[in-house]
């Protein structure tokens, strides 16, 4: 058996969506862009939502329509994607890292309060892996600043944290819908959510080269847009998500009763009644991941080292601010015992049962 690490879906009716919007729609700013749009923030329960050409485009814009410039600085967890930071060091904003808490991999807000300081612009935490952060804390800890708070939901569409929808939790969120994240767009693009009006109008000018009017630009601006024919497909794919993220939810709990106890096995954290997590990815660590990862392919099952370098230890990043090893203790242990194991809304039982089996076999050699 064979059992890919992620599998994204395309039906034909998302291929026909795409189709009919390249036949019938503007091919840029179309219709179903802005009725995406609609159904997003419907989603989330935000006043607006504007999609981008990616999560990165989306944390770059929101941070930049709330103020942020070269020389501020954005305080986030170093235990992310590379972009997470990308989207603003590439304007000239500085980066500040607070430590993560082991049990979930999101921002500690103990370490969070001791990173911020005047210059803190932004706080950015990431809900990794489909799990929320912990929001009141952080939001309170950025108000005392007057920081504003921007969740990168890149991984996390549809995550609940005490009743509310990620995205809806902050200033403004950001999410990817790069191929392998819990819904996509059939290619590259993201979304920006807020309930700002300001923001909502600022982020939508700076998405299309900053312009005012058709001639007319009042503000430094990008290439930013998704394609029409993209948010054809995203409004099919927001349609499934619901079904999507119970399905992963369901294979998780599969995962997590058949792995418990198995070698020296980390299981992720555990949905709470505060927060209903998507799992964008099922990550175990152990200090074997190498050996495991070998392993797994082996038998023809995929595996992940999300992240094996952490942010701050990535070679730009020393180069450019003299990062070294032991400045985030809890983040380097983890991303050094980190591995992600097959799941996707399609993953079957047999096949959950399948990688387990190959797991205990490494564990019983
Ligand atoms: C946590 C996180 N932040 C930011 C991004 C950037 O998104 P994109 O690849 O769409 O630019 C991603 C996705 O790849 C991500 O996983």
Not at 211 to 219: L, N, P
Not at 241 to 266: F, H, I, S
Request: charged share 20%; glycine share 8%; net charge neutral.
């Amino acid at each position: 058996m064979k059992v890919p690490i992620a599998s994204p879906v395309m039906t034909e009716k998302m291929v026909e969506a795409a189709a009919n919007a390249l036949r019938n729609e503007r091919l840029t700013l179309g219709e179903s862009v802005f009725k995406f749009e609609d159904a997003f923030a419907k989603m989330c329960g935000t006043k607006h939502a504007v999609a981008v050409s990616s999560g990165t485009a989306a944390l770059q814009l929101a941070l930049q329509a709330y103020g942020v410039k070269a020389g501020d600085k954005v305080v986030t967890s170093s235990m992310s994607f590379v972009a997470t930071t990308n989207s603003y060091v590439s304007f000239g904003a500085v980066p500040g890292f607070a430590d993560v808490l082991a049990s979930d991999y999101t921002i500690d807000p103990a370490k969070l309060k001791a990173a911020v300081d005047g210059r803190t612009k932004a706080v950015i935490p990431v809900h990794l892996y489909g799990q929320p952060s912990h929001m009141d804390e952080i939001d309170e800890i950025a108000s005392e600043t007057g920081a504003v708070v921007i969740e990168d939901a890149c991984q996390a569409h549809g995550a609940i944290y005490r009743g509310k929808v990620t995205g809806n939790l902050a200033h403004a969120g950001c999410f990817s819908f790069y191929p392998t994240k819990n819904m996509h767009v059939g290619g590259d693009g993201g979304m920006i959510t807020t309930n700002d009006d300001k923001v909502a109008d600022l982020c939508k000018r700076m998405r299309h080269c900053g312009r005012k009017g058709q001639y007319e630009h009042d503000v430094i601006g990008y290439t930013y847009r998704l394609n029409t024919a993209n948010a054809a497909v995203g409004i099919e794919q927001l349609k499934m998500l619901p079904a999507w993220n119970e399905k992963r939810r369901a294979a998780a709990k599969l995962y997590d009763q058949m792995l418990k106890g198995v070698g020296d096995l980390v299981l992720p954290p555990q949905p709470t009644a505060d927060v209903t997590p998507v799992f964008h990815l099922y990550t175990l660590r152990t200090p074997r991941r190498y050996e495991l990862k070998a392993f797994l392919e082996g038998k023809g099952v995929g595996a992940g080292l999300n992240y094996e370098i952490p942010i701050h230890l990535q070679p730009i990043y020393r180069q450019m601010f003299g990062y070294k090893e032991g400045m985030l203790p809890v983040t380097e242990k983890c991303c050094k015992e980190v591995i992600a194991i097959p799941l996707f809304a399609d993953i079957t039982a047999e096949q959950v049962k399948y990688v387990v089996e190959c797991v205990q076999e490494f564990y019983s050699r």
